[in-house]
């Protein structure tokens, strides 16, 4: 059974700290996505990355950076957080190979910023 | 380019009602098609998908989307609604950036099942 697993369900922080969403898949995709979903926007594209240390800004970067340092593992950093970016972020993962680029999503992170 | 448009954010049926979420669609070349449903609180989770095979795609759960290329849509239906079908719901089709494959997704449309 496919796996894609992010470190926290729920997350509370404070602004101003830097904060770390991981997000690890067991499927040996290339491609890797960190998205956040807002009430009314739907899912926006903030990074994705197609290989180890490779990334590219997706639609809504400002704000955050990522790192890929090994192929199953994804992160996304808040270098200094803030309250506009409390919401639901959701990493994903495809096969580079398939010609559909079905995506598989994991569980989702809440994250409040107070 | 790519792009999705849901009809409706939020639906409302009772229970035991069709279910019908409306999907069109823009694509410069063959479109891949794809439903995925978010429960609360969770990820995404597909549903069914289109890969040209067939116009009629069954996926789980009861529900099916028919792919019809001249009205550019592809709508999803379920004969009777549960109330454990009230979640939110994505349509997506096959896109690109540069040269990576990637996923369009609608804004989504949330069902709501009245008892």
């Known amino acids: 059974d496919v796996k894609v697993t992010q470190s926290s369900r729920y997350l509370v922080k404070r602004t101003g700290e830097k904060v770390f969403l991981e997000c690890v898949q067991d499927m040996d995709h290339e491609n890797m996505f960190w998205y956040r979903q807002d009430p009314g926007l739907g899912l926006r594209l903030i990074y994705f990355s197609y290989d180890v240390k490779m990334k590219e800004k997706g639609d809504i970067p400002e704000g955050y950076s990522v790192s890929r340092e090994k192929k199953e593992r994804f992160s996304l950093i808040l270098e200094s957080a803030s309250t506009n970016q409390t919401s639901m972020y959701l990493c994903?993962?495809?096969?580079?190979?398939?010609?559909?680029?079905?995506?598989?999503f994991g569980p989702g992170t809440r994250l409040t910023v107070l | 380019a790519q792009s999705v448009t849901q009809l409706g954010s939020h639906v409302s049926v009772s229970e035991g009602a069709l279910v019908l979420l409306r999907c069109n669609y823009s694509s410069s070349v063959p479109p891949y098609l794809f439903w995925y449903v978010q429960y609360p609180n969770q990820g995404l989770q597909l549903l069914l998908k289109?890969?040209?095979?067939?116009?009629l795609v069954k996926g789980i759960n009861g529900f099916e989307a028919e792919f019809k290329k001249s009205e550019t849509s592809f709508h999803l239906t379920k004969p009777s609604a549960h109330m454990s079908d009230a979640a939110e719901y994505f349509c997506?089709?096959?896109?690109?950036?540069?040269?990576?494959?990637?996923?369009?997704f609608g804004k989504g449309t949330k069902l709501s099942v009245k008892p």
């Open positions: 289109y890969t040209s095979a067939a116009t």
């Open positions: 994903a993962s495809s096969f580079q190979g398939s010609i559909y680029n079905e995506q598989f």
């Open positions: 997506a089709v096959n896109g690109w950036r540069g040269s990576q494959g990637n996923l369009i």
